[in-house]
C-alpha cells in the first residue's frame, strides 16, 4: 500500500469515497507490476482484449460506448464566480451551480467498482516546467491510459510531499450517458469535475482539462503559456532548431512531429525529432528566448489515415505496449482503420461492435466504417524511433518558430511569415478551421479556432490575446510567428500541396526565415516564400500549383475581415487594443493606401 503523507490529499480522496461510495479505494503507485496487474484485471472484467502477442506484444484493443467517442465541447464548463472570467467562447455555469449539478451525478456512481487515486505529474517530475495533478477515477481504462499519458504514482507523491499544490481531477465514468455528462472546470479552486464520459479528452484529466484550460489561466496568472501545439526538432549539420507548431484537433499534429524528410531533400542530412504531438507548455528561459516542455508522456493519436507512408513513425511506435480505442478488431487479434497499414483483416468486429468485412456495406447501403474517424492509439512517447534526446529535459528545448495552422480548402495559403509579435498574435486569433470529428458537431464547417485553442482557453478569449502580447514584451529574443495551410484545394477539389513528409520543405523555409536568410516577399498579410525560395527538387507539383499555393488574393482576404470582425465583436472592450490596431493596419494594406 502506497504511504500518502499529504493530508489535505487524504481527506480530498476520503470526502470523494463518500460522495461516490466505491467498493474499495487503491492508490495508483506506477511501478510494472501494477501495470501487468490492472491490464489483467481490466481483461477479466472486459475492458481490455489482448491483441496478438507476437504482432502487437503488450496491446490492448478497447471499445467506448457509442455515444462516447469524442469530447463533447457542449457538455463542457469553465466555472468561475464572474461569469465574464469565462468569456463569450466558453460554456459558462457558476460554481455552486457546477458542483451541486454534477454531484448528483456523482453520488454513489462508484457502487461495485474500484476507485483509482492517481497521482501524476504534467512534465518530468521535479521539472521547473511541472504540474502536479491527481486524478480519482472509477475507470480502469482511463487508469491504464493515464499511466501511458502521464507520469504516474510514487515518485509523484514524494514530490507533493507534505502539503504541496495539486489540482484536483475527479472522474467517473457513472452510466456514461450524455444526459448525465459534464466536464467541468474551477480553475478558481484548482479543480476538474468530469462525469458520464470515458472518452480520452474528456476523460484522461491530465490532457486538455489541466494541461490546456486549468494551465492556461494558471500560465495567465504566473507569465507562461500553456498551448495546443506539438514541438519538433529539426537537425542539420550537427545542430538542433525547435519549433512549435498549433493546429486544431485532427489536422495532423502527430503526423508533422513525427515527420520523414522526402527523398528529394534526403541529401541535405537533415534529421528530426519529435519533442512532444500536442501540448506544449513556454517559458521564458534565461537567454531571453522561449523554451518549451511537453507536458505529456504519451501519444493519443489519431488513428484512421495512420499508416507507414503517412507517418511511419507512428506505425513503429505503436506496436507495443498501446492501447487502440474504437479501431476494427481483426478476429485473428489485429487492429486495423480506414486508410491503415496493409490489407484489413478478411473478418472482424467494428468500432461498433458489428460483425465486418472488407467491402461490407450498412443497411443504408453505404460502406461500413471499420473504425469511428475518432479512433485512437495510446502509446508511450518513449517508443517512438525519433523521440528526441532532449524530450525530458527539465529545462526544455529552445524556441526558433511557432507556427499556427488551419484546415482551409481556400484562402491561406501555404505558408506565410507574420510582421512581428502582434501582428503574430493577429494571426493566431483569427486562424479558422473546417471542423473535424475530434469533436462532436458538423464535420467540415468553417469555425473560428484562435491559436487553435477555442475549445482549451480555459478563462476569458480576449484576457488570453492580451496575455499573449503581454508575453510578446516579456520575451527578449522571441520567435518568430508564421501560419501554414497543407490542405489548400483546387478548383476540382484536390489538394494542392502533398502534406506530410514534404511539410519539411516549408519548415525548412521558416527556419531559414529565422536565421534571416530565406528570400520572401511581402503581402499586404505578411511576408510569403519568394519564386523559388521553397526547395522543391524532387516534387512533382501539377503546373500552376505553387503559384496557386502562394497566392494571396485581395479581395478573398478583405471579405475575411468581416469574419474577423464578427468574431472580434464578440470580445467586446476585452479586445486588446494591439489586436484591433493590426486589424485596421492590414485592412489599410489591403486597400493598397500603405506600402505593403
Ligand atoms: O481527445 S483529445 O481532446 O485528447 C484529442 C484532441 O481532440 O485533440
Ligand atoms: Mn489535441
Given at each position: ?50 491483441l496478438d502477442?507476437e504482432k502487437y ?246 488513428a484512421p489515415g495512420t499508416n507507414s507512408k503517412t507517418n511511419p513513425?507512428?506505425i513503429?511506435?505503436i506496436h507495443?505496449?498501446?492501447?487502440f480505442?474504437?479501431v476494427l478488431l481483426g478476429d485473428d487479434l489485429t487492429v486495423w482503420w480506414e486508410d491503415g497499414e496493409g490489407a484489413p483483416p478478411v473478418s472482424g468486429t467494428n468500432?461498433?461492435?458489428?460483425p465486418w468485412k472488407p467491402g461490407k ?6 460502406p461500413m466504417q471499420a473504425a469511428?474517424?475518432?479512433s ?221
Amino acid at each position: 500500500m502506497i504511504d500518502c503523507k499529504h493530508e489535505k490529499l487524504k481527506a480530498w480522496v476520503d470526502e470523494t469515497a463518500k460522495i461516490c461510495e466505491p467498493d474499495q479505494v487503491y492508490w495508483m503507485d506506477g511501478s510494472e507490476e501494477e501495470r501487468i496487474r490492472l491490464e489483467k484485471r481490466a481483461v477479466a472484467r472486459g475492458f481490455l482484449i489482448p491483441l496478438d502477442e507476437e504482432k502487437y506484444p503488450g496491446c490492448f484493443y478497447s471499445r467506448s460506448n457509442p455515444n462516447d467517442v469524442a469530447r463533447t465541447e457542449h457538455l463542457t464548463f469553465i466555472c468561475t464566480n464572474n461569469k465574464e472570467d469565462a468569456g463569450p467562447t466558453n460554456n459558462w455555469m457558476s460554481p455552486k451551480d457546477g458542483y451541486a449539478k454534477a454531484q448528483e451525478f456523482f453520488h454513489q456512481s462508484m457502487h461495485g467498482r474500484t476507485m483509482y487515486v492517481i497521482p501524476f505529474s504534467m512534465g518530468p517530475v521535479g521539472s521547473p516546467f511541472s504540474k502536479i495533478g491527481v486524478e480519482i477515477t472509477d475507470s480502469i481504462y482511463v487508469a491504464l491510459n493515464m499511466r501511458i499519458m502521464t507520469r504516474v504514482g510514487k515518485s509523484v507523491l514524494e514530490k507533493l510531499g507534505t502539503g504541496g499544490e495539486f489540482t484536483k481531477c475527479l472522474h467517473s465514468r457513472a452510466d456514461v450517458a450524455v444526459e448525465h455528462r459534464l466536464i467541468l472546470h474551477f480553475p478558481e479552486d484548482n479543480t476538474i469535475w468530469s462525469v458520464g464520459s470515458a472518452y480520452g479528452g474528456n476523460a484522461l484529466l491530465g490532457k486538455k482539462c489541466l494541461a490546456l484550460r486549468i494551465a492556461s489561466w494558471q500560465a495567465r496568472k504566473e507569465g507562461w503559456l500553456a498551448e495546443h501545439m506539438l514541438i519538433l526538432g529539426i537537425e542539420k549539420d550537427g545542430k538542433t532548431e525547435y519549433v512549435t507548431a498549433a493546429f486544431p484537433s485532427a489536422c495532423g499534429k502527430t503526423n508533422l512531429a513525427m515527420l520523414i524528410p522526402p527523398e528529394g531533400l534526403k541529401h541535405k542530412g537533415y534529421k528530426i525529432w519529435t519533442v512532444g504531438d500536442d501540448i506544449a507548455w513556454l517559458r521564458v528561459g534565461p537567454d531571453g528566448r522561449l523554451w518549451a516542455c511537453n507536458p505529456e508522456a504519451g501519444f493519443f493519436g489519431v488513428a484512421p489515415g495512420t499508416n507507414s507512408k503517412t507517418n511511419p513513425n507512428a506505425i513503429k511506435t505503436i506496436h507495443k505496449n498501446t492501447i487502440f480505442t474504437n479501431v476494427l478488431l481483426g478476429d485473428d487479434l489485429t487492429v486495423w482503420w480506414e486508410d491503415g497499414e496493409g490489407a484489413p483483416p478478411v473478418s472482424g468486429t467494428n468500432w461498433q461492435g458489428k460483425p465486418w468485412k472488407p467491402g461490407k456495406k450498412d443497411e443504408n447501403g453505404n460502406p461500413m466504417q471499420a473504425a469511428h474517424p475518432n479512433s485512437r492509439f495510446t502509446a508511450p512517447a518513449g517508443q517512438c524511433p525519433t523521440i528526441s534526446p532532449k524530450w525530458e529535459d527539465p529545462q526544455g528545448v529552445p524556441i526558433s518558430a511557432i507556427i499556427f495552422g488551419g484546415r482551409r480548402q481556400r484562402l491561406a495559403p501555404l505558408v506565410l511569415e507574420s510582421l512581428g509579435w502582434d501582428h503574430g498574435v493577429y494571426v493566431g486569433s483569427t486562424v479558422a478551421s473546417e471542423r473535424t470529428a475530434a469533436a462532436v458537431g458538423k464535420v467540415g464547417e468553417v469555425r473560428r479556432d484562435p491559436m487553435a485553442m477555442l475549445p482549451f482557453i480555459g478563462y476569458n478569449v480576449g484576457d488570453y490575446f492580451a496575455h499573449w502580447i503581454e508575453m510578446g514584451k516579456a520575451i527578449p529574443k522571441p520567435p518568430k510567428i508564421f501560419h501554414v495551410n497543407w490542405f489548400r484545394k483546387d478548383e476540382k477539389g484536390k489538394f494542392l500541396w502533398p502534406g506530410y513528409g514534404d511539410n519539411l520543405r516549408v519548415v525548412e523555409w521558416i527556419l531559414s526565415r529565422c536565421r534571416g536568410e530565406g528570400k520572401a516577399d511581402k503581402t499586404p498579410i505578411g511576408f510569403v516564400p519568394a519564386k523559388d525560395a521553397l526547395d522543391l527538387n524532387g516534387l512533382n507539383l501539377a503546373p500552376g500549383a505553387m503559384e496557386k499555393l502562394l497566392e494571396v488574393k485581395t479581395e478573398e482576404w478583405t471579405e475575411e475581415l468581416e469574419g474577423v470582425k464578427e468574431f472580434y465583436a464578440k470580445l467586446g472592450d476585452k479586445l486588446p487594443e494591439a489586436l484591433s490596431d493590426q486589424f485596421k493596419a492590414l485592412k489599410e494594406r489591403l486597400k493598397g493606401k500603405v506600402a505593403a
